[in-house]
């Protein structure tokens, strides 16, 4: 498997993960409430966790060139919602242990 992630400092992170996964439910699988997304893209599988501080967003695909398209799923929409905020991150190709679990429950079906 391969995998990306994120962290963005924000105190609106909430409101990402809400904006974002609704958007996504009308075209793509998706799962969400104020501190968590699950979202099945075609590419591959991404997972969004926010905190008082901040957005981490985690993401599987079964082949490497598939996590592009995901990041530019992501980036995209980010920055047309964000509109006055300024976001600043760059994606990883690690994710941590505890979450890969997650991630693959989503990729064996875990999301309808």
């Not at 995998?3 to 996504?24: D, E, G, M, N, V």
């Not at 968590?36 to 490497?64: H, S, T, W």
């Amino acid at each position: 498997m391969n995998y990306s992630s994120t962290r963005i400092s924000t105190p609106q992170a909430s409101k990402y993960i809400l904006k974002l996964c609704r958007h996504f439910a009308h075209k793509v699988p998706a799962r969400f409430s104020e501190h968590e997304g699950q979202v099945r893209f075609v590419q591959g599988q991404c997972v969004l966790k926010a905190d008082a501080d901040g957005l981490n967003i985690y993401m599987q695909a079964d082949a490497p060139e598939k996590i592009p398209g995901m990041h530019f799923i992501i980036d995209d929409h980010l920055q047309r919602f964000a509109r006055t905020e300024v976001l600043a991150y760059a994606w990883e190709a690690t994710v941590p242990e505890a979450v890969k679990a997650e991630l693959c429950a989503l990729a064996d079906g875990g999301l309808a």
